[in-house]
């Protein structure tokens, strides 16, 4: 069941080039590690006990990739071994980030989280706070960090147009960054290369593949629908 869910997921992603993040919160090992036999290597976890718990029964070539909010303190326990934060919404994640990931001697990969949704409830930065981040002298400090790009949620809708429009103008501010003429030009920030775009969820991944996405983050569509109740 697990393994065709991701074949017939991949290969409509085929043609767009976009990568599959298994999002496995709420799944037991044995569940991830059926999808791990169907050939899948990245997931996605929001909850650093839980991760934390799951990936040290888990083969040591998954690549986990941190999808949710996260505290600043609890940067230490994923940093040794996390290949993506999606979910960095403030400076000071960042710089934690940088700091543990100094500490475990490597560069950690991340994604600023932008606010798109109408809702009030999702975390990240307006696209005027990432230009302000990325002109930041601090940031060009951060040398054990590497911007990668931009994660976004849509709006929790029916309304695909709604949906399709935040997501074309986080595209479009995506776009415009590799072009982005920073305010010190000797600033030579070697810690942002915008590459990666993360939107895309079980429900609205059709959609996000039509305006750009490099990352569909699916959880629902590949495990069936998740039970919060049950005990981790
Ligand atoms: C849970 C979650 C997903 C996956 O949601 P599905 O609807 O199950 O595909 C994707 N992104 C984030 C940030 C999530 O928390």
């Not at 996605?44 to 996260?70: C, M, R, S, T």
Request: overall charge neutral; glycine content about 6%; proline content about 2%.
């Amino acid at each position: 069941m697990i393994s065709e869910n991701i074949k017939k997921i991949k290969q409509t992603l085929a043609p767009f080039n976009a990568a599959l993040i298994a999002v496995s919160k709420t799944q037991p090992v044995e569940i991830i590690l059926e999808a791990y036999q169907g050939g899948q290597r990245i997931f996605g976890e929001n909850y650093v006990q839980e991760l934390i718990e799951k990936q040290k029964h888990l083969p040591a070539d998954i690549q986990w990739h941190f999808i949710g909010h996260l505290q600043s303190n609890k940067v230490k326990y994923v940093a040794p071994f996390i290949s993506l934060f999606h979910s960095v919404d403030s400076f000071k994640l960042l710089k934690e980030i940088n700091k543990e990931a100094l500490n475990n001697n490597r560069v950690i990969n991340c994604l600023l989280q932008i606010y798109i949704a109408e809702e009030e409830t999702k975390f990240g930065f307006s696209y005027d706070e990432v230009i302000e981040i990325l002109n930041s002298k601090q940031l060009s400090e951060l040398h054990n960090i590497c911007i990668i790009g931009l994660m976004g949620m849509a709006s929790n809708t029916k309304n695909e147009l709604q949906i399709s429009s935040e997501f074309k103008s986080l595209k479009q501010f995506f776009d415009g960054l590799s072009t982005l003429k920073l305010k010190s030009s000797e600033q030579q920030l070697k810690n942002f290369k915008p590459q990666e775009l993360s939107i895309g969820m079980s429900g609205d991944y059709k959609i996000a593949l039509q305006e750009g996405s490099t990352m569909v983050r699916m959880g629902s569509m590949i495990f069936g629908e998740r039970n919060y109740n049950q005990n981790l």
